[in-house]
């Protein structure tokens, strides 16, 4: 079993940065695709960006590209995601996601067997 805790959510005016981890623990990190998820209220869960095992490849939703960066550390069993110039319509619960790995990285929720709690970004309007 993989566990994954997210942490770094939080509060920040639009146009701010906030930085999101997660980390991993119970089985080996490198063996999994990583992605962020979010979820508003009201709305279903959207992808967010995914991160290949090794790191070499990413993948962003539309919406967040070139504002967000996903990253990871094997040696540290951690992914992140960092968020530039937020926007209100990025407040949402985030959790973080991994799939076993696999050639293609999924953008839907299916593929991804273990989830975190998830962590609240709030960007007021």
């Known amino acids: 079993q993989l566990q994954l805790v997210e942490s770094g959510g939080g509060l920040m005016q639009a146009g701010g940065s906030l930085g999101l981890a997660c980390a991993a623990s119970?089985?080996?990190?490198?063996?999994?695709?990583m992605a962020w998820f979010r979820q508003a209220p009201g709305k279903e869960r959207e992808f967010v960006a995914a991160?290949?095992?090794?790191?070499?490849?990413?993948y962003y939703a539309d919406s967040v590209k070139g504002r967000f960066t996903i990253t990871r550390d094997n040696a540290k069993s951690t992914v992140y995601l960092q968020m530039n110039s937020l926007k209100p319509e990025d407040t949402a619960v985030y959790y973080c996601?991994?799939?076993?790995?696999?050639?293609?990285?999924?953008?839907?929720?299916?593929?991804?067997?273990?989830w975190g709690q998830g962590t609240q970004v709030t960007v007021p309007s």
């Open positions: 996601a991994a799939a076993d790995r696999s050639p293609q990285i999924p953008t839907t929720p299916r593929p991804y067997n273990y």
């Open positions: 991160i290949s095992w090794g790191g070499s490849r990413t």
């Open positions: 119970g089985r080996t990190f490198s063996s999994y695709t």
